[in-house]
């Protein structure tokens, strides 16, 4: 059984920086793209940041460009989401995805985990 699982989600300030992990298991993704996307409620799930396979080209929505850094380790079968300098409108629920094509579309992702909340207080 194929489980993607987050961590690292909480509630800071505004500036602050949260780092988070989605660790995958039940097979590799070495060869596959990986990427976050988030949901507020009543909003759409969004584009993140997205990693191709061996890691050397990333895409970042426009909104957390300069702020977030994606990467991912093919060894540990891991992707992270370094977020620097985070505002009150980062405030969602991170969801990180895999198994699909390198794409800001997350319907061309086959697996998700089930989210972690990302909290930040002006």
């Known amino acids: 059984q194929v489980q993607l699982v987050e961590s690292g989600g909480g509630l800071v300030q505004a500036g602050d920086s949260l780092r988070l992990s989605c660790a995958a298991s039940g097979r590799t993704f070495s060869r596959d793209a990986m990427a976050w996307f988030r949901q507020a409620p009543g909003k759409e799930r969004e584009f993140v940041a997205a990693?191709?396979?061996?890691?050397?080209?990333?895409a970042y929505a426009t909104s957390v460009k300069g702020r977030f850094t994606i990467s991912r380790n093919n060894a540990e079968n891991t992707v992270s989401l370094q977020m620097n300098s985070l505002k009150p409108e980062d405030t969602s629920i991170y969801y990180c995805?895999?198994?699909?094509?390198?794409?800001?579309?997350?319907?061309?992702?086959?697996?998700w985990g089930q989210g972690t909340q990302v909290t930040v207080s002006s």
């Open positions: 990693i191709t396979s061996s890691g050397d080209n990333t």
């Open positions: 995805a895999a198994g699909g094509r390198y794409s800001v579309i997350w319907a061309r992702y086959d697996y």
